[in-house]
């Protein structure tokens, strides 16, 4: 089936530790992105790239970085320099970065607890 | 600055009765309009979009929703809830970001919970 798939669904980190977080669609969408999902406050961007080799910042980049070496791949670094990293990830991905028809499709979240 | 709108943070409706959950946006271009259904630790689905034409919009599991320009709104309907509908709501607004486009500007959602 066709889909994006996030892994692992649950991750605990000691603090000081990087973590990260898989993200993988074969959709052969162009653009993915990262979210993250605190109660009460709905979705933020994190990161978003629209081709490979290529991605910008979003609203709270800060203590995360990514990469998109491949065109179906973009996982997502948690450091330990993201000051309150407990939360609910959620990657997504569209056919391009535009809003021609375009719809942005969501993988099921991977949790990071802190511990 | 953009910004989307959720007025109600929990609803409780009876099963079989209507519904409608509000939605406010401020942008000031023509919006891309969505709204996505979540459950309990799940990822988001898409209920419906609106991008132009018709400003009632059609979509999955029977809602609707409807564009209203004068009044920046673009308010979720059920005419009849079922149990299965208990789940947290959110509405978004594409925008262009950074000088591309692609961004989704969400609200802060709205939980809602079925009576039997």
């Known amino acids: 089936d066709g889909g994006i798939t996030q892994s692992p669904k649950y991750l605990f980190r000691k603090e000081g530790q990087n973590v990260t977080l898989s993200c993988e669609q074969n959709?052969?969408?162009?653009?993915m992105y990262w979210y993250r999902q605190d109660p009460g406050q709905g979705l933020r961007l994190i990161y978003y790239?629209?081709?490979?080799?290529?991605?910008q910042k979003g609203d709270i980049a800060e203590g995360y970085s990514v990469s998109r070496e491949k065109k179906e791949s973009f996982p997502l670094t948690v450091t330990s320099a993201q000051k309150n990293p407990t939360a609910f990830y959620l990657c997504?991905?569209?056919?391009?970065?535009?809003?021609?028809?375009?719809?942005?499709?969501f993988g099921e979240g991977s949790w990071l607890t802190v511990v | 600055a953009q910004s989307v709108t959720q007025p109600d943070i929990h609803i409780t409706v009876s099963e079989g009765a209507s519904l409608e959950l509000r939605c406010n946006y401020s942008?000031?271009?023509?919006?891309?309009l969505f709204w996505y259904v979540q459950s309990p630790g799940q990822g988001l689905q898409l209920l419906l979009k609106?991008?132009?034409?018709?400003?009632l919009v059609q979509g999955i599991k029977g809602f609707e929703a409807e564009f209203k320009r004068s009044q920046s709104s673009f308010n979720l309907r059920k005419p009849s809830v079922h149990w299965s509908d208990a789940a947290e709501y959110f509405c978004a607004v594409g925008m262009n970001y950074g000088g591309s486009q692609g961004n989704l500007i969400f609200g802060k959602g709205t939980k809602l919970s079925v009576k039997p």
């Open positions: 942008y000031g271009a023509t919006p891309y």
């Open positions: 997504a991905s569209s056919i391009r970065l535009d809003w021609s028809g375009n719809t942005i499709y």
């Open positions: 790239s629209q081709i490979v080799n290529d991605f």
């Open positions: 609106y991008f132009s034409g018709d400003t």
């Open positions: 959709l052969n969408h162009d653009a």
